[in-house]
């Protein structure tokens, strides 16, 4: 497998457009079951499912640039944990929303199951 590191993820290929209704706190949910990258670790590959909330201020995130920068982690090394917040960087960088969650649930691999949740901007512990 060729397996590359960050550089191989590339968040230029995220657009967005102008949000029509920026008085509209209206939330916004993606959903892919088709995410993929490589443990850095171990070489074997990730597959999980991807949810991103959002709620847009004045851009919204175009889906088939969303598809092709998801594209961009396939053969990236990158860990679970990393791989999540990542992608929510990227995100919030792309589009500025109002707020924005993210979930990153992988498949069971060598009998363990992890999902990764990452918000922004983040909540103060209480």
């Known amino acids: 497998m060729d397996q590359e590191g960050y550089e191989r993820i590339n968040p230029s290929l995220l657009d967005t457009f102008p949000y029509e209704y920026p008085g509209s706190d209206a939330a916004v949910e ?8 490589v443990c850095p670790w171990s070489g074997l ?4 499912r991807l949810t991103v909330r959002y709620v847009p201020r004045e851009r919204v995130l175009e889906l088939k640039s969303f598809k092709f920068y998801l594209h961009s982690y396939r053969n990236a090394g990158i860990y679970q944990e990393h791989a999540a917040n ?3 960087a990227d995100l919030v960088a792309a589009t500025a929303p109002k707020w924005m969650e993210l979930v990153l649930d992988y498949n069971v691999r060598g009998g363990v199951h992890t999902t990764v949740r990452a918000r922004w901007p983040q909540e103060e512990a209480g």
């Open 30 to 37: 993606i959903a892919t079951d088709e995410f993929t990258a």
């Open 45 to 48: 590959p990730d597959f999980g």
């Open 86 to 88: 990542r992608i929510l």
